[in-house]
């Protein structure tokens, strides 16, 4: 007599480990974004300006911008910055590469910069601000842009 066959064993189903290495992935990734926001204990009110996290954004800039001490003057214990921007007839001053210096060292916003260098003797002094600082300045075209820098 023969022996009735045996069935063979179901086959053993290997599960695809894309899956778990796709899960792992994003869980790294969630991590490394959640976890500096879940540690981070400072008070902060929103995203700062570079110049804010200097030790003194002003004096950074007179550094960087005007080595030669012509054009940008510091006071009122590094909280005010006078720029003086020469003009076509009045050469003293710093020139436009000194003022982009200054302006990009302290963040300050594209329209505010324009608005800056756009107005006339005729508009008089005009006054703008942006977070940390204010600004009043007057452009002549004979005399050059002048403006103040104060740190609130």
Same mark, same amino acid.
């Given at each position: ?54 030790? *003194?954004?002003?004096?950074?800039? =007179? %550094? ?5 001490? &012509? $054009? /940008?003057? !510091? ?53 703008? *601000?942006?977070?940390?600082?204010? =600004? %009043? ?5 004979? &005399? $050059? /842009?002048? !403006? ?5």
């Amino acid at each position: 007599m023969t022996q009735p066959r045996q069935p063979y064993p179901p086959p053993v189903r290997r599960r695809s480990p894309v899956p778990w290495i796709v899960l792992a992935v994003v869980l790294v990734a969630a991590g490394v974004v959640l976890v500096p926001k879940l540690v981070n204990d400072s008070d902060d009110d929103g995203a700062q300006p570079v110049a804010a996290t200097e030790q *003194d954004p002003l004096l950074v800039a =007179v %550094t960087k911008c005007d080595p030669t001490k &012509k $054009g /940008l003057k !510091l006071a009122d214990n590094n909280r005010r910055l006078t720029v003086n921007r020469s003009g076509a007839t009045d050469k003293t001053g710093v020139g436009a590469d000194a003022l982009a210096c200054v302006f990009e060292t302290l963040q300050v916003p594209g329209a505010l910069s324009d608005r800056m260098l756009s107005t006339t003797a005729a508009d008089g002094q005009l006054r703008g *601000d942006w977070p940390g600082y204010s =600004v %009043t300045w007057t452009n002549d075209y004979p &005399k $050059g /842009l002048d !403006l103040t820098v104060t740190r609130n």
